[in-house]
Every structure is written in structure tokens, then in C-alpha cells.
């Protein structure tokens, strides 16, 4: 594709093309690596002498947080539709999960797939619900599917409301796993999902999902099938909450409506993904940290947290609109610009557009 | 029965509707989806209560003073947190009153703590008959607000400069902006439209459902359902909405079981989205949000 635009613009100087091929394949390897040392970090982070034991499990829920925000990530960055509600998909996941295991002993693994398909095909439902909506219209229509969601399992006896549904131990693969396991079996997953999104974003479908976001109706006239696209990444981006819904049950062997019965999750991960910046990579991974360690639930500081949250969140989107990680990756993003034009590349090229600003269509 | 639940709906519905006329008119100006309305009612009765209480003014001196501080409170949003992002999408300006949500369940759970407290002035329930039905006193009271205050508000949209400018700023803001309306003004006025109407849900609402920072939580999401309802660019939708809403909770609520009182709203919006995505009587707009 590069290629066939770079004969159009004005003539490149000799041999410029192999270097600006080797310098983008450098800032990919550049990419990589720092993905790689990312993980890296994480995988040896718990077995750093002075971590303790409630680190490795806030860890593991930061972890958590991160996946469910990928999800939120899918529709609300690269597809371009605001989602209030996929603390349900969290809920769906997390109650799928647990009640296969009370009910037929299913293990994490199993559990966390199993909560993932059925959170996709909820998500599917409401992709075809929804198929009309846009912008403000579709973030109170998710609303009310969480709303929704949240009245079934707080008056369904099969989700034991307000009293909840007790856990065995985990298993993975036979062995039991306590926190410190368990750190590593949703680090795995977080690796996966993240890999997957990658991939996802940079496939035809990924290409798609932002031409409906850029603009429905010129992707539409130039072939997006709507119907298709919209409910594949309603799917997707319920399957990875769902999944992160799956291990939110199971790290504590215990769910109840008091958790999933309510909007909050829905609001976190919104804010998680609009923190983070949605149609980035990264963004989910800031994001969910912000969310995971705000202290929300913290009894003493409770009326103080909400002020601190609410002005850091205000904070934030005043310095940041279009997330945090737009701000960090921004000198990186004009310093490789600067480094394709000095090797050559025509500047319409070199000037590629960054993620919209604020999101939605 | 059906009368009386209709009857019990449409009390429960105009107080509905200011939270959902609050969400329209700002909406529209603004495109602001505002959280914090709630939180504008929930403060306008802490300050109510403060006021006949500690200070020992009259219910009505109260609730001007409270209303005026809302509004006051409602043009200091604008002004320190809506107005430097006004720029972004709809989606940041939407998180930003989150963060102003936060801030104000804070500050009154900080101030006033977390427990709920009684209005001092009672709702009264005194049932009076009226068209073959039973509906209190403290309801018909409040009824005659809602149509007051909708009064006043027509009046200020049809006849008012300010509400004339009010409504060009909807129809076009750039074109509003050319003609020589001070938009940020009226931007400024819409916001303090929010707290007046804001102060007003909290204060009549305040005897029944009693004061605590949350006890708007459930009114304001009932507003923007009814808002939506109504495809959040109509005042007169957005009240049938918010009646609609009102008396579908109580039919619910008779017939069907208390369970589904609070949930049928949702279930009307899914439904409702499904079928018709611009709302009840919603008008394309020429920019989309």
C-alpha cells in the first residue's frame, strides 16, 4: 500500500525507501522489546524480595482491570461506540464461571473460557439490539443493559443475590493455586489478550472497526458491512471482559450482587479506557492502573477518595483529552516522525493521523 | 386501581421530569451528558436542610437562597471544569461531570456524612380526592411546582431574549455565534438553568425520599432514561418521557411485582433504542453527537 502512494508523491531521493523500510522496522522491533521488557517486569515482579503477599494480589486485580478495559477499548476506541455498560459483561463472566464451577466443580481455565463465550454472546444480542444506535443514545442504551443485567442477578434465586455464591480453591490444571499463582494465570492471559488485540487492530476487521468509527456511513458506502463488523466487535469486546469477569469471581472464591448488582464497574471501565486513551495499545494498561488504584473502597477515606478521584479524574482530561497515553506516546510518535523524514519519507506520509481526540462518532 | 396507579405515576413522574428537562436543556446546548445533576438536587436539599435548620429560615427563604446557590454552583462548573475542555468530544466533557460527580459526593459525605436525614419539612399526607382518585397533599403540592416551574420556563423560551438566544444556540451554535449571541453567556446561563432546576428536584423531592448524597442516584438515571425517551433535544419529550417512565412504574409495580418497579424503565429504554434510536419523538439532527 505504501508503496503504490510513494510513486504518486514527489520523487524520493535514491535509496531512501530500503531506509525508511529499516528505520519502521526498527520502531516495531522498538515496540516489541518494550513490550517484551513490560511483561518481563511483571513476570518477575512477585518474586521481588519486598513484595508482599496483598501486592501480588493487587497486582493480579490491576491485571484484571487492564483485560476488562481492552474490552471496553474495542467498542469505546476502535469502533467508535461509548459504552456504560460492560460491567455487565464482567458480571456475565464472573457469574458464568462461578456457577459452572458450584455446579459441575469446572476449573479457572475452562471457567474463564466458558465466561468469556457466554459474555460474547450476550454481547452479540445487544450488537444487534443496538444496531441503529450512535453516541450519546448508545451510552445510555448500554446503561440500561447493566441496569438491566444487574436487577436479573440481584432477584434470580440461581444468582443467590445479596447473600452470593462461596467458591472452592482454584485449580489449574489439577494443582491448586492460591494469590500468588493466580497473579500469574491472569498475566498470562493479559499477555494473550493484549497480543490478540494487537493483531486484531492491525487485521482487516481492526481496519474496519475504525473506518465505521471515522465514519459509518463512508465505510458503509465503501463496503463495511455494518451489521457484520458492529456485532463482531460487540463480541469481542464482551469476550475479553467477560474473561476478565471470569478471574474478577474467582481471585476472591466469592461473587455476590452487592459487587456485580450495581453500575459502578460499568463507570470504572469507561473511565478506565477514557483515562487511559481507548484507541491505543497502551491506553487500557494506564487506564485500568488509575481505576485499580484509586482507592474507592477504602471505608475511612471513603467521602475523601471520591473527592480525590473526581478532581484527579477532571485533572486528567483537562491535561490529557484524548487520554494519557496519547500525551506519553506523543514525543515518541513526533521524534520517529522526524527520524522517517530525515531518511526520506514523503511528509504526507510521515504526517500519519494520531488517534481521534475524545472518541465517539 | 389503574387509576390510582396512573394518578401515583404521574406524581412520581413531574419529579421525573426536572431532572430530565435539566439533562435536555443542557444536552442540547452543551453537548454535555451532565452526571452531576443529580448532584446539584442532592446539594440544593443539603443546603434547604441547612438553611431551616441551623439558620431557622422559613421553608420558602430556604428555597430561594438554596436555589440560588445551586445555580451559583452550576455556572462555577462551567466555569472551572466544563468550559476548558468544551472543545473535546462529547465522550470527555461526558467523564468530566463523572469527576465533578465524584467531587460532590464527596464534599457532602465529608460535610454532612453518609447517613440519610429527615427534611424538616414533612411531606404531608393528607389524601385528597381528586377525579375519583386518592393522591396526598405533599404530591399535589409538588405537582403544582412541576407545572409552575414548566410555566416558567415556557414563558422564558418564548418571550425572554435570553431564552430566544437559549434556543438558537440549539439549533446552530456557530450560526448563533455569527449573529452576535454571546454563546458563552448563554452557555453560562444554561448551566445555571441546570442548578436551578437541579435545587428545585432535590428540595421537592427531599421530604420523600429523604437527604443523603446519594438519594438522587436512582432519580437522575430515571431523568436520563426519560430524557432519551424523548430524544434529548425536546423539552415536552423529555416530560412525557419522565411520565411515561412514572406511570410505567407504578402499573409495574401494581401488577407485576415490586421487583420490577425499578427495572422497567430499563427494559423500556432497551426496547425502546431497539426500535426507535433516535427516541420517542426525536428529530435527526444535522450534527450528529
Known amino acids: ?361 | 386501581m389503574l387509576g390510582q396507579l396512573l394518578m401515583s405515576g404521574l406524581a412520581a413522574g413531574s419529579l421525573y421530569a426536572l431532572t430530565a428537562v435539566a439533562v435536555v436543556v443542557v444536552f442540547r446546548n452543551t453537548r454535555t451528558i451532565n452526571l452531576a445533576q443529580g448532584d446539584f438536587a442532592m446539594m440544593g436539599a443539603f443546603l434547604a436542610l441547612i438553611f431551616i435548620k441551623s439558620l431557622g429560615l422559613s421553608y420558602l427563604f430556604a428555597l430561594g437562597l438554596s436555589v440560588v446557590c445551586i445555580m451559583a454552583l452550576g455556572v462555577l462548573t462551567e466555569r472551572l471544569v466544563m468550559r476548558p475542555i468544551a472543545d473535546s468530544g462529547w465522550l470527555t466533557l461526558f467523564t468530566a461531570t463523572l469527576g465533578v460527580y465524584y467531587i460532590l459526593h464527596g464534599v457532602s459525605g465529608w460535610l454532612w456524612g453518609r447517613d440519610t436525614k429527615a427534611f424538616p419539612v414533612t411531606f404531608d399526607p393528607t389524601p385528597i380526592h381528586f377525579l375519583g382518585t386518592v393522591v396526598s397533599e405533599g404530591h399535589l403540592i409538588n405537582m403544582a411546582w412541576v407545572t409552575a416551574i414548566g410555566a416558567l420556563l415556557y414563558s422564558f423560551f418564548r418571550y425572554t431574549k435570553q431564552g430566544i438566544a437559549m434556543r438558537a444556540v440549539t439549533d446552530d451554535p456557530e450560526t448563533a455565534q455569527l449573529m452576535g449571541i454571546p454563546v458563552r453567556f448563554i452557555v453560562m446561563l444554561t448551566w445555571a438553568m441546570a442548578g436551578f432546576l437541579g435545587a428545585f428536584a432535590g428540595i421537592l423531592a427531599a421530604p420523600i425520599i429523604y437527604v443523603a448524597p446519594e438519594m438522587m442516584d436512582e432519580v437522575l438515571i430515571k431523568g436520563y432514561v426519560a430524557a432519551v425517551f424523548g430524544g434529548l433535544y425536546s423539552i415536552p419529550g423529555a416530560i412525557l418521557g419522565a411520565i411515561l417512565i412514572g406511570v410505567a412504574e407504578n402499573l409495574a409495580g401494581g401488577y407485576l411485582g415490586a421487583h420490577f418497579k425499578t427495572a422497567i424503565a430499563f427494559v423500556m429504554i432497551v426496547i425502546l433504542l431497539a426500535f426507535r434510536p433516535q427516541g420517542l419523538i426525536g428529530i435527526q439532527k444535522r450534527r450528529e453527537v
Open chain 1, 1 to 361: 500500500m505504501a508503496e503504490s502512494i510513494t510513486t504518486t508523491a514527489a520523487p524520493a531521493p535514491s535509496g531512501s525507501r530500503a531506509a525508511v523500510a529499516t528505520l519502521k522496522n526498527t520502531f516495531q522491533m522498538q515496540n516489541w522489546v518494550l513490550a517484551g521488557l513490560f511483561f518481563a517486569a511483571c513476570f518477575v515482579f512477585p518474586l521481588l524480595p519486598f513484595v508482599e503477599g496483598w501486592m501480588v494480589f493487587q497486582g493480579a486485580f490491576i491485571i484484571i482491570y487492564i483485560m476488562a478495559a481492552q474490552g471496553v477499548s474495542i467498542l469505546t476506541g476502535y469502533t467508535g461506540l461509548v459504552t456504560v455498560g460492560h460491567g455487565a459483561f464482567l458480571a456475565i463472566g464472573a457469574y458464568t464461571a462461578a456457577l459452572l464451577m458450584k455446579y459441575t466443580g469446572l476449573s479457572v481455565i475452562p471457567g474463564m473460557i466458558a465466561g468469556g463465550l457466554v459474555s460474547a454472546v450476550f454481547g452479540l444480542a445487544l450488537g444487534l439490539v443496538f444496531l441503529r444506535l450512535a453516541g450519546a443514545f448508545m451510552a445510555i442504551g448500554t446503561l440500561g443493559f447493566a441496569f438491566f443485567i444487574g436487577a436479573i442477578v440481584n432477584n434470580v434465586p440461581i444468582f443467590e443475590g445479596r447473600t452470593g455464591i462461596s467458591l472452592p480453591p482454584n485449580t489449574v490444571f489439577g494443582f491448586e493455586i492460591d494469590d500468588f499463582g493466580f497473579y500469574y494465570v491472569a498475566l498470562v492471559t493479559l499477555a494473550l489478550t493484549t497480543l490478540f488485540v494487537h493483531s486484531l487492530i492491525r487485521s482487516g476487521v481492526g481496519r474496519a472497526f475504525k473506518a465505521l468509527r471515522d465514519s459509518d456511513k463512508a465505510a458503509e458506502s465503501s463496503g463495511v458491512n455494518r451489521l457484520l463488523y458492529r456485532t463482531l466487535a460487540f463480541s469481542i469486546s464482551a469476550f475479553i471482559t467477560g474473561v476478565a469477569g471470569a478471574l474478577n469471581g474467582l481471585i476472591v472464591n466469592y461473587i455476590s450482587a452487592e459487587v456485580y448488582g450495581d453500575i459502578w464497574y460499568s463507570v470504572d471501565l469507561l473511565v478506565a479506557a477514557v483515562v487511559g486513551g481507548s484507541a491505543m495499545l497502551f491506553g487500557p494498561f494506564l487506564g485500568g492502573f488509575f481505576v485499580a488504584m484509586v482507592p474507592f473502597y477504602l471505608e475511612e477515606l471513603a467521602d475523601f477518595a471520591f473527592i480525590l478521584k473526581g478532581v484527579a479524574l477532571i485533572a486528567v482530561l483537562v491535561l490529557a483529552p484524548a487520554g494519557v497515553a496519547e500525551v506519553v506516546a506523543r514525543p515518541v510518535r513526533a521524534w520517529r516522525q522526524r527520524k522517517l523524514l530525515e531518511a526520506g519519507e514523503s511528509p504526507e506520509l510521515a504526517d500519519a493521523p494520531g488517534p481521534p481526540t475524545g472518541g465517539g462518532s
